[in-house]
């Protein structure tokens, strides 16, 4: 199913997004933000969805709808995909960005200059421990995601969730 927003947003639902999994007494429920633009984006994050429930170190919690929205930054590429996924874990926040880094690797992620079009993007936006926020501001990890708040990208897929 597809829902436009306006001209240049448009939602869509599918079997994986949006969807509430499991609950987990797992230490941290992290929320991620999803997203890409080369190739077949849904597909990919079809895979991806299938592949974190695979995962004994995570649990999916739920997942927002998809949002098709045009790129900021550096303008001449395609729209990207993104969503938002909600899991719960033992992993510690840095063990947490490292299987981000894992899982966009496993998919092909190149990082050739700033906003760049990629395959998949993982990005730690929240990390919550037993419902209290957790901030972190390391050079490798910042939490909550420092731009969360000026990205439709992220804050449409949010209200979903």
């Known amino acids: 199913m597809k829902k436009e927003i306006s001209k240049s947003l448009c939602l869509y639902f599918n079997n994986n997004f949006p969807k509430v ?6 230490k941290y429920t992290v929320t ?22 695979k995962d004994n170190r995570i649990k999916l919690i739920k997942t927002s709808p998809l949002l098709k929205n045009p790129p900021f930054g550096f303008l001449e590429q395609d729209d990207f995909i993104n969503a938002i996924i909600v899991l719960k874990t033992d992993l510690s ?6 299987l981000c880094w894992i899982y966009e690797n496993r998919f092909k992620r190149k990082r050739s200059f700033k ?15 037993k419902g209290v926020d957790i901030k ?6 910042i939490v909550p995601h420092a731009f969360y708040k000026k990205r439709q990208s992220v804050l449409i897929p949010l209200k979903y969730i």
């Not at 999994?21 to 797992?26: T, V």
């Not at 395959?119 to 421990?129: A, G």
């Open 93 to 98: 926040p840095n063990n947490i960005l490292k």
């Open 32 to 53: 991620l933000g999803i997203g890409g633009n080369i190739g077949d984006v849904k597909k990919r994050f079809n895979m991806l969805i299938l592949m974190l429930k």
């Open 136 to 141: 972190i501001n390391t050079k490798k990890l």
């Open 115 to 129: 906003d760049a079009p990629r395959t998949l993007d993982i990005d730690v936006i929240f990390i919550k421990e």
């Open 21 to 26: 999994y499991f609950k987990s007494k797992k």
